[in-house]
């Protein structure tokens, strides 16, 4: 897995998630989301468009991530998933959990 | 950093109730950076011939993922010293996958399925939750280290 991270004009941190996401490496994505908020981002979208498998622990770590934006006062969208990934968003019943944009711009209007 | 994978994978032709089974079998080490390149390879060997798109090897991927995570993690407790087991039977019908590890096993009714609202913040259970959704047909031995998945080709 890859994970880059570019700053919008308007202040998201957008976090680019190439590969998987997966048991062996969630950790990576959990690390960069902890940095971002130890310098003081608080408005956080994870694109997925790039992204081919996320699995139970993936998810996982996206709870967990969402969790602490939220402890911090900040905001967590996801963006740019497959019809496959957003299907295990849907199974899990945590598309209700999270702010889920059909494309990064989609994600990015209004934040 | 993955260790390196030494699968030994056997491809027998053998003759089932349903007629002409081939068998894939291998070893797969506790080592959850296998997980990755085992899915890759018993994928190939299952769906040979299917749409790289399909429903059906994403379905056999993630039961696959989620199946050996869980006995690398939960059955072997990551043991360097301990395998897990790994046997798939191909017909024309269906993918049926067996996955055993070497710990004492678990109460496969005990883990409940963590999708209410309350829940949705507890991180366990979602892997075999996912594997119950969508594989056809989800079974476990007595013991309940091993675990036998069904998906239908159709």
């Known amino acids: 897995m890859g994970v880059s991270t570019v700053k919008d004009p308007n202040g998201v941190l957008v976090i680019h998630v190439d590969g998987q996401l997966i048991v062996g490496n969630r950790h990576e994505l959990k690390a960069v989301v902890q940095e971002a908020l130890d310098r003081g981002e608080r408005k956080i979208l994870v694109d997925f468009s790039h992204t081919g498998y996320i699995d139970s622990s993936g998810l996982g770590a996206l709870v967990s991530i969402?969790?602490?934006?939220?402890?911090?006062?900040?905001?967590?969208r996801l963006a740019g998933l497959n019809e496959d990934l957003r299907s295990l968003f849907e199974l899990t019943k945590l598309d209700t959990l999270f702010a889920i944009a059909d494309t990064p711009a989609q994600a990015l209007a209004n934040f | 950093m993955a260790s390196p994978l030494r699968l030994c994978v056997r491809r027998a032709p053998v003759t089932g109730p349903a007629g002409l089974l081939?068998?894939?079998?291998?070893?797969?080490?506790?080592?959850?950076?296998?997980?990755?390149?085992?899915?890759?390879?018993?994928?190939?060997?299952?769906?040979?011939?299917?749409?790289?798109?399909?429903?059906?090897?994403?379905r056999l991927r993630v039961v696959l993922a989620e199946a050996l995570a869980n006995a690398i993690i939960a059955g072997n407790g990551e043991d360097p010293s301990k395998w897990v087991e790994l046997r798939a039977e191909l017909t024309d019908e269906l993918v049926r996958i067996h996955v055993t590890d070497q710990g004492p096993g678990f109460d496969h009714t005990a883990i409940p399925a963590p999708i209410?609202?309350?829940?949705?913040?507890?991180?366990?259970?979602?892997?075999?939750?996912?594997?119950?959704q969508l594989a056809d047909e989800v079974r476990f031995n007595e013991k309940g280290n091993s675990i036998c998945m069904t998906l239908r080709r159709r």
């Open chain 2, 22 to 58: 081939v068998e894939v079998s291998l070893r797969v080490p506790s080592d959850l950076g296998c997980v990755e390149e085992t899915v890759d390879l018993v994928t190939r060997h299952c769906l040979a011939g299917e749409a790289p798109s399909s429903r059906l090897r994403f």
């Open chain 2, 116 to 132: 209410r609202p309350e829940d949705l913040e507890c991180c366990s259970g979602r892997g075999l939750f996912l594997i119950r």
């Open chain 1, 66 to 76: 969402s969790k602490k934006v939220r402890e911090q006062g900040g905001e967590l």
